[in-house]
Nanobody, 127 residues
Framework: QVQLKVTGGGSVQAGSSLRLSCTAGNRYSRRCIGWFRQAPGKEREGVASMYTGGDSAVYADSVKGRFTISQDNAKNTGYLQMNNLQPEDTAMYYC?????????????????????WGQGAQVTVSS
């Protein structure tokens, strides 16, 4: 089973930046990596995802232009750069891996394909 661990969380003021890292062991390559968050009393929501064998990414509308997903295949590590953090970004952040879906020669990473969760990291943003 893939071991997933998120590091880099913390408490910051609005407008600050944080970078989360996700280490995923030796099953990282050619998979989908997804970042999710769950605020107290709310359902887990997808934040960003990408296919580790490509460059394109998908973002939730709420983070577009502020968050950037990236990855380093050599290190089996994914990243979520979060800029201009706002109080509404406060949540526990998780990463996940999933097999990609191949459609018409392109790989997709549907939110619902992510089902394996590891240890998350708390991000708290104060106003």
């Amino acid at each position: 089973q893939v071991q997933l661990k998120v590091t880099g969380g913390g408490s910051v003021q609005a407008g600050s930046s944080l970078r989360l890292s996700c280490t995923a062991g030796n099953r990282y390559s050619r998979r989908c990596i997804g970042w999710f968050r769950q605020a107290p009393g709310k359902e887990r929501e997808g934040v960003a995802s990408m296919y580790t064998g490509g460059d394109s990414a998908v973002y939730a509308d709420s983070v577009k232009g502020r968050f950037t997903i990236s990855q380093d295949n050599a290190k089996n590590t994914g990243y979520l750069q979060m800029n201009n953090l706002q109080p509404e970004d406060t949540a526990m952040y998780y990463c996940s891996l999933a097999p990609p879906e191949l459609r018409s020669g392109e790989y997709f990473c549907p939110w619902g394909s992510f089902t394996v969760w590891g240890q998350g990291a708390q991000v708290t943003v104060s106003s």
